[in-house]
């Protein structure tokens, strides 16, 4: 039994992922399925330093000390979401890996519409929206040569239980999947596909298909917008496109970093 066995949300079943994604032509190499952790993307990190292969997989049930973009604190109740991080070792040039977050939101996306027939797009660079409210975001984060991607997806949250007034979830939004287990093995089959594509591409995110599908979901792209930067400065501006390296173009400059205010 676990701790939290009163609860009316069930748990992931460990044995039934690690037989339907560690196995021959799959990407994935080890999942591990842990009842409670400071952060998966700590853990993964961890394990990369270690000399962990690639194709690792660390989902947690909850989540006690999880980060988001710029160091923000992230935390959900257990079992009311996705909580999950993956090992990626690249081949192909550190210049092409700003594309690994959008990557990732763009396979959650791509999920949740199939599954949960849900409308929703990417916010750059790596939130998943329905409408204007956040139902999951990436955290990447660099280890040596390997790269750390940490993905959140709100899945059974109620709205008494959202983070803050602009977030989301599943069940609010009345998916048609509010099933963890096959939501979680339709993402990781939609990193691998597309992580796939754009390695054999070398990086190129144009030649892999990536960059149009990224466009097509995006509902960034063509719209004013504030761009907070890290330093505290803002720019305010037309999101034109996504460069060659996942860059935001704005009014012409592109920029690799920065948290995007959609301006209505």
Known sequence: MTVWDDLDRPPLRAASLVRGLVRDGSPWTEVRVLEVTGSTNADVAAAARAGAPAGLVVVAEAQVSGRGRLGREWSAPPRSGLTFSVLLRPTFPRAHWGWLPLLAGLAVAS???????????????????????????????????AVAVGIGLNVSLRADELPVPTATSLAIEGAEVEDRDPLLRAVLREIAR???DLTEAGGDAEAAGLRSAYLAA????????????????????LAEGVDADGALVVDGTAWHSGDVVHVR
């Open 111 to 145: 999920a949740v519409r199939h599954l949960g027939e849900l409308a929703v797009s990417v916010k750059w660079p790596n939130d998943v929206l329905v409408g204007e409210r956040k139902l999951a975001g990436v955290l990447a984060e660099v280890v040596g040569d």
């Open 194 to 196: 597309s992580y796939k």
């Open 218 to 237: 995006s509902g960034t792209v063509g719209r004013a917008v504030r761009l907070e930067l890290p330093d505290g400065r803002s720019v305010t501006g």
